[in-house]
């Protein structure tokens, strides 16, 4: 099991424990440098890898702290195996000056928050105002799904083989309406679009087939092929 802070409340640092033993005291640790925060980590689902965003933290009590660039990105590792306790970094992938935060993980790619940078106010820019990529676990190829990205509630999933996301872009700033977009992650073609207030996303199927969405009446299951 893998803990840190939550969205809205990150911490600096992140711990896993091992659930069979019963010791109370992390197997393992990671922090992150002074003035960096570690985004919510995730196991991939078939367990292999453990993948985290550390990102700039704008309202750091240290004003001094400036955490240089590669101390910012995408940092993957991997799962120990017969008994092994050593955690090895096997990737760290950049994604600018800001750093990222991990939305969600596949067998084969990742969601992430992106931040503009402006005068240094990483992921405190307006609502709206940030950007939600596709990045690949080979390579680090990333794609830009939405520019207008922005929610504090967690919408933003994947298919368990990577196939599909589901997330949440802002339709009008101006009406603060949102759309869920459901879209295929090779060809980045949008498969369905539905309004956020009725088709709140909650889980993709392990395909991308089917989605599990909240709404007015309640939950829903919906084929994203047929959109019923």
Do not use: H
């Amino acid at each position: 099991m893998v803990t840190s802070g939550t969205k809205g409340r990150p911490r600096d640092e992140m711990a896993i424990f091992d659930l069979e033993s019963d010791t109370l005291e992390p197997v393992w640790t990671y922090a992150a440098e002074p003035g960096a925060l570690v985004s919510l980590p995730r196991f991939t689902p078939d367990g292999t890898r453990l993948v985290a965003g550390v990102f700039r933290d704008s309202r750091s009590a240290v004003p001094d702290a400036a955490p240089g660039a590669e101390a910012l990105g995408i940092g993957v590792w991997q799962t120990p195996t017969d008994g092994a306790t050593d955690w090895a970094l096997i990737d760290w992938i950049d994604v600018g000056s800001c750093g990222a935060r991990i939305e969600d993980v596949s067998d084969r790619n990742m969601l992430v928050e992106v931040s503009p940078d402006v005068d240094a106010a990483c992921f405190e820019v307006p609502w709206g105002n940030s950007t939600l990529d596709l990045v690949t676990f080979e390579g680090g190829q990333t794609s830009r799904l939405t520019s207008t990205f922005g929610l504090a509630r967690p919408s933003d999933l994947l298919s368990d083989d990577g196939s599909a996301a589901v997330f949440a872009e802002v339709e009008d700033q101006v009406t603060e309406s949102f759309r869920t977009v459901v879209l295929d992650t090779e060809s980045l073609a949008r498969r369905w679009e539905g309004n956020l207030n009725s088709d709140w996303p909650l889980a993709l199927n392990a395909d991308g087939s089917l989605l599990l969405t909240e709404g007015a009446s309640g939950l829903e299951v919906r084929d994203i092929d047929d959109g019923r």
